[in-house]
């Protein structure tokens, strides 16, 4: 079994800055790639940020310049840092990883349940 938890959401003003952070548990092998999505209100789950298992990765137009994901690969823990943040990042963000369990069995996906983001002054 894994789970993937969230945290670091919260309330901050145009402009500021939070790093969110998510940290795998459970029985893993090892984890390749990894991502961050989010949800706005009444809109659909939209890709945020990649890494690959290379430290490799690709971002949104939307948050290019503004956010960075990283990892800690000995602690099975994502991280993205979001600098700049504007209204529209307002969302519930979810982390997504593909981790497998054993050496011998294929990559399965898991998500986190998600956390919180506000962008308002």
């Known amino acids: 079994q894994v789970e993937l938890a969230e945290s670091g959401g919260g309330l901050v003003q145009p402009g500021g800055s939070l790093r969110l952070s998510c940290a795998a548990s459970g029985t893993i092998f090892s984890i390749t790639v990894m991502h961050w999505y989010r949800q706005a209100p009444g809109k659909e789950r939209e890709l945020v940020a990649t890494i690959s298992s290379g430290g490799s990765t690709v971002y949104a137009d939307s948050v290019k310049g503004r956010f960075t994901i990283s990892k ?14 504007k209204p529209e990042d307002t969302a519930v963000y979810y982390c997504r990883a593909v981790v497998l369990t ?9 998500w986190g349940k998600g956390t919180l983001v506000t962008v308002s002054s």
């Not at 800690?72 to 993205?80: E, I, K, P």
């Not at 054993?102 to 898991?110: N, Q």
């Open 72 to 85: 800690d690969n000995a602690r099975n823990t994502l991280y993205l840092q979001m600098n700049s943040l």
């Open 102 to 110: 054993t050496p011998i069995t294929g990559g399965k996906y898991y």
